[in-house]
């Protein structure tokens, strides 16, 4: 029996492979250590756990400055005359954050001269240039599974408002209506429907495994890694190899893989032709694995019912972004939010703290945890950016 623990999941993704060493002298000494995080403002002032913000600084500096570190910490991060790319140049390490990411291209890690260490204080480590961390030895590590519960509920949730039509409702309260029919006309139930997954790696299994009990006519998924078999049984997923045939079966979609050169622009205008007539879809994987044009086009025709999820190609979003505004033909179906589903409260105390134990690790020359090494000394360690 798979349980949704963090080892039975983790084990199928690899976190018992040979742990990587970092081979550093234990207890290092007065390195330079940035970080790039996003602005809380009076948030991050009157509450504390927001531990990913600029003001509280993932609770680092405390214990970075006992250990003789210097510790730079900065929302500033576009431009050449940037916090980032003025620090970067003698940074030992740098962590980034993917809520406000600070994009390290390989232009940027050119310039980047003791860098040794990439951390993402999260899970998602495609605004990192992986390729170029490759070529350069540099590592790249993040808080694998630190928040991919609260991902995986803030799918249900996205799902449930968009078959049920919730967000025209409210907004009809607020506006002192009351017209039951015009938010009935496009409100369904999720039982009895297909639900699909794109990727059913740690945060896709979980989906599957919470949309199980509204009782769907069937859980389907498109990954080039198969589930293990007590795991697809015991959530009773069924693999579909083609993914033109498998999004023409779904009526609700669900997208959980990384982004990186096979997932870019995925759903674009021709795959959304393959999609059954009025599905639903939701993406909080990554924004540019769909493009932001055609998803519009395709809400405002009516091929999509829906479309839901916190993250877009641009962060934070400019003011004009189609996604902000797209309405399908029935004035609904928009139940796009800030980059959020992975930075609960809950969410921002696990990855702070695994970012803590990554630098720890690092500092006494301990392995890291095998499952949290994206590119490590050798190249690519993880099996989910892509079939390489
Ligand atoms: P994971 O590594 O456990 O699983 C990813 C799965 O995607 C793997 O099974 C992999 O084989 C599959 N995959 C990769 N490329 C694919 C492709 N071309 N087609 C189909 N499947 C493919 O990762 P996870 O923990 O489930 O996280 C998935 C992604 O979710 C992250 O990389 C990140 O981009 C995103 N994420 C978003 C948030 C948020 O706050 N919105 C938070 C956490 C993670």
Redesign the pocket.
């Not at 999260?122 to 495609?126: A, E, P």
């Not at 694998?144 to 991919?148: D, I, L, P, W």
């Not at 959980?256 to 990186?260: F, K, Q, R, S, V």
């Given at each position: 029996m798979v349980t949704e623990g963090a080892i039975s999941?983790?084990a199928q993704?690899g976190s018992f492979r040979n742990a990587a060493s970092f081979n550093r002298q234990a207890s290092s000494r007065g390195l330079k250590i940035i970080a790039v995080l996003y602005k809380g403002g009076n948030a991050a002032k009157e509450e504390p756990r927001l531990l990913g913000t600029v003001e509280n600084e993932l609770g680092l500096r405390p214990w970075l400055e006992s250990q003789g570190h210097e510790y730079l910490v900065s929302d500033d991060k576009e431009g050449s005359q940037s916090f980032l790319n003025k620090n970067i140049k003698d940074a030992d390490i740098v962590i980034t954050t993917?809520?406000h990411p600070g994009y390290l291209t390989r232009e940027l890690l050119d310039t980047a001269k003791n860098l040794k260490v990439c951390v993402t204080a999260?899970?998602?480590?495609?605004h990192v240039d992986l390729n170029a961390a490759v070529d350069k030895g540099l590592e790249v590590l993040e808080v694998?599974?630190?928040?991919?519960t609260?991902?995986a509920e803030?799918v249900v949730m996205s799902m449930l408002l968009l078959v049920r039509n919730f967000v025209p409702a409210h907004e009809m309260i607020e506006r002192g209506d009351w017209q039951v029919s015009d938010i009935a006309r496009n409100a369904f139930d999720l039982e009895g429907k297909v639900i699909g997954t794109?990727?059913?790696?740690?945060?896709?299994?979980?989906v599957l495994q919470r949309v199980l009990p509204f009782g769907p006519k069937e859980l389907v998924y498109?990954?080039?890694?198969a589930l293990p078999d007590a795991a697809a049984k015991t959530v009773g997923a069924r693999r579909i190899d083609d993914?033109k045939d498998f999004v023409s079966q779904c009526d609700v979609i669900t997208v959980?893989?990384?982004?990186?050169e096979?997932?870019r622009n995925?759903i674009n205008a021709d795959l959304l032709k393959h999609f059954k007539k009025g599905a639903w879809l939701v993406n909080?994987?990554?924004g540019a694995i769909a493009n932001a044009e055609d998803v519009a086009a395709a809400l405002k025709s009516g091929q999509l019912r829906g479309y839901a999820?916190?993250?877009w190609n641009k962060q934070p979003a400019p003011k004009d972004h189609p996604w902000r505004y797209m309405k399908n033909p029935l004035n609904g179906g928009n139940g796009m939010v800030p980059?959020?589903?992975?930075?609960t409260l809950d969410?921002q105390k696990r990855y702070a703290d695994g970012t803590r134990q990554i630098l720890e690790n690092y500092f006494n020359n301990k392995p890291q945890e095998a499952a949290n090494i994206i590119v490590g000394k050798k190249g690519y360690e993880?099996?989910?950016?892509?079939?390489r």
């Open positions: 999941i983790s993704y993917p809520f999260g899970v998602g480590s495609d694998t599974g630190s928040n991919v609260s991902v803030h794109i990727g059913a790696g740690r945060i896709g299994y979980r498109y990954d080039y890694n993914l959980n893989a990384p982004l990186h096979g997932t995925l909080t994987a990554r999820g916190d993250v980059h959020y589903s992975g930075t969410a993880t099996g989910s950016y892509g079939k």
